[in-house]
């Protein structure tokens, strides 16, 4: 099942950063990732979950960044930055493709032109499968968008 992020779930997302972002932490360990999550509930922040009776087992999520601070998948102010990760356990079981979707579908509802996001090359596909055009390349990791 997927539902919206609420407040109660900020601790879960921050949990999901190192998930999301460890190919970036195995790199560079003091990155600001959760810039992320902090302050949860600013405008532009929305999400959703993915839950059974055990509890969370992933999330997709939006924020927007400034030029002065921008994320990592930072295109312009007015394009969100999209989070997804997934727990282990869960992978390879379309949970991510179901947040993927869930998330677009807000983010239509929000009345957005676009989001972003930040990827590895290897994981490109997944990502433009959904719709995601590269639009820059730097070292290992893709910025990509996703119109609306």
């Known amino acids: 099942m997927v539902r919206p992020v609420g ?10 950063l190192r998930h999301a972002y460890h190919w970036r932490l195995n790199e560079d360990p003091d990155l600001p990732v959760f810039r992320y999550v902090a302050n949860w509930g600013r405008e532009g922040d929305a999400g959703v ?3 059974d009776g055990r509890g969370p087992y992933g999330a997709a999520w939006y924020r927007l960044f400034s030029t002065d601070e921008p ?3 930072f295109v312009d102010e007015a394009t969100p930055e999209l989070t997804i990760a997934v727990v282990p356990s869960r992978r390879g079981q379309g949970v991510g493709a179901e947040l993927l979707e869930a998330l677009l579908a807000q983010a239509r509802s929000d009345g957005l032109a676009a989001v972003s996001l930040s990827a590895e090359k290897e994981q490109t596909g997944f990502y433009e499968h959904h719709g995601f055009v590269p639009v820059e390349e730097t070292g290992r990791t893709v910025t990509m968008r996703r119109a609306l």
């Open 71 to 73: 994320g990592f998948g």
């Open 49 to 51: 979950i993915a839950f």
């Open 7 to 16: 407040q109660g779930d900020v601790r879960f997302l921050r949990d999901l």
